[in-house]
Nanobody, 124 residues
């Protein structure tokens, strides 16, 4: 059984920063790629960023490029999402996800385990 627990969400003003964390347990964390997704009210869950098992490869949705950075610490079984220059349109519940493969993936169905989510609210 895999458990993913997100933390670090909150309320921030536009232009501010937040760092989300996702602590994983229950499997060999370092063998699998990880991703961050988000879901705004009334919208579908969408891809934000992903990172390969080693951390050597990353991918981002266009709106996150240049503002967000995904990273991982395999010794701590934790993946991070550093979010800078936040905008009101970044407001959403952010979910951490783990997949059974080691490579990058941007589709929801490619991920098999999900956290409970953490709320990020950006005020204008």
């Amino acid at each position: 059984q895999v458990q993913l627990v997100e933390s670090g969400g909150g309320l921030v003003q536009a232009g501010g920063s937040l760092r989300l964390s996702c602590a994983a347990s229950g499997r060999t964390f370092s063998s699998y790629a990880m991703g961050w997704f988000r879901q705004a009210p009334g919208k579908e869950r969408e891809f934000v960023a992903c990172i390969s098992w080693s951390g050597g490869y990353t991918d981002y949705t266009d709106s996150a490029k240049g503002r967000f950075t995904i990273s991982r610490d395999n010794a701590k079984n934790t993946v991070y999402l550093q979010m800078n220059s936040l905008k009101p349109e970044d407001t959403a519940v952010y979910y951490c996800a783990s997949r059974s493969g080691a490579g990058l993936a941007t589709k929801l169905y490619e991920y098999h385990y999900w956290g409970q989510g953490t709320q990020v609210t950006v005020s204008s």
